[in-house]
T-cell receptor, first 114, second 113 residues
Framework: GENVEQHPSTLSVQEGDSAVIKCTYS??????FPWYKQELGKRPQLIID?????GEKKDQRIAVTLNKTAKHFSLHITETQPEDSAVYFC?????????????FGKGTKLSVKP | DADVTQTPRNRITKTGKRIMLECSQT?????MYWYRQDPGLGLRLIYY???????NKGEISDGYSVSRQAQAKFSLSLESAIPNQTALYFC????????????FGEGSRLTVL
């Protein structure tokens, strides 16, 4: 089955700096790669996603890049702000697979210090 | 927003007790999921349902069962709770049409003593 590795598990940056979180996956047939943000005490919410026919996608200060050959994708947050502090989860999905479920990474706790 | 509601939000119980966590959604989505969240372990899939007649095990289904009573309702049961089932449980509903977005409920924190 699919295996998703997420690094780092914790990340601390100064406000204004950039943050990068990386995930690797094992199933080359996976074709959907979302990122979820979970603020303290809240539910996970989708912040950005990318599909296998796209190499990069941006939404204001966040971007996701995908390297299908190497089977990894990354979340980039620029000009970090204290409200970016949260746990971020990557996930992987194969829509053509027998189940097509989202498999989540173990999460990265991002702390942005003012 | 899929408006996913979970009850109870918090529950403390004792080993051996039967517990039911309930989930409902108001947008008529076919797909519903139950996840378990533990610190450092991310979100692990317990059970999922693609429609009322379809129930499937996830990666950690042992010790759990589910019921899809209606399109809008998906319940998770622990027949005989044990302490290592202490966790935060999330229900989620999916928008469908291959958009892929899961809408999560607010979570149910379960403590088994």
């Amino acid at each position: 089955g699919e295996n998703v590795e997420q690094h780092p598990s914790t990340l601390s940056v100064q406000e204004g700096d950039s943050a990068v979180i990386k995930c690797t996956y094992s199933d080359s047939a996976s074709n959907y790669f979302p990122w979820y943000k979970q603020e303290l005490g809240k539910r996970p919410q989708l912040i950005i996603d990318i599909r296998s026919n796209v190499g990069e996608k941006k939404d204001q200060r966040i971007a996701v890049t995908l390297n299908k050959t190497a089977k990894h994708f990354s979340l980039h947050i620029t000009e970090t702000q204290p409200e970016d502090s949260a746990v971020y989860f990557c996930a992987v999905r194969n829509y053509g697979g027998s189940q097509g479920n989202l498999i989540f990474g173990k999460g990265t706790k991002l702390s942005v210090k003012p | 927003d899929a408006d996913v509601t979970q009850t109870p939000r918090n529950r403390i119980t004792k080993t051996g007790k039967r517990i039911m966590l309930e989930c409902s959604q108001t947008k008529g989505h076919d797909r519903m999921y139950w996840y378990r969240q533990d610190p450092g372990l991310g979100l692990r899939l317990i059970y999922y349902s693609f429609d009322v007649k379809d129930i499937n095990k996830g990666e950690i289904s042992d010790g759990y069962s589910v019921s899809r009573q209606a399109q809008a309702k998906f319940s998770l049961s622990l027949e005989s709770a044990i302490p290592n089932q202490t966790a935060l449980y999330f229900c989620a509903a999916e928008t469908g049409s291959n958009t892929g977005e899961l809408f999560f409920g607010e979570g149910s924190r379960l403590t088994v003593l």
